[in-house]
């Protein structure tokens, strides 16, 4: 027989929100249900919680800040101001490279 504890957690109203969807969407017999088949899924896959550990902090996969600049400026979505300092930004940054 399983034996099981009862956790309780305190949530935002917009995290309940996205639970209750995703039981609903995925058919998950209840919250519960779905936080114990998320807990199964890391036990299996911890390198996801590093990810989640520094989310939204993650540094960016692209450190060429020539093709940053260039996707910006294909975009074409941004002022000629905002590219400008763009490049200055990524220019004075340790992480990416010229």
Do not use: C, H, W
Request: hydrophobic share 40%.
């Amino acid at each position: 027989m399983l034996i099981m504890s009862t956790v309780n957690i305190s949530l935002p109203e917009k995290q309940i929100d996205i639970i209750d969807d995703m039981t609903e969407r995925f058919g998950f017999e209840s919250r519960s249900e779905f936080i114990r088949s998320l807990i199964r899924f890391v036990a299996v896959r911890p390198d996801i919680i590093e990810s989640a550990a520094i989310f939204p902090f993650a540094a960016p996969p692209e450190k060429s800040a020539e093709k940053i600049v260039s996707a910006f400026t294909k975009a074409g979505k941004y002022s000629d101001s905002f590219i400008k300092d763009l490049k200055e930004g990524l220019s004075e940054s340790d992480y990416f490279t010229k």
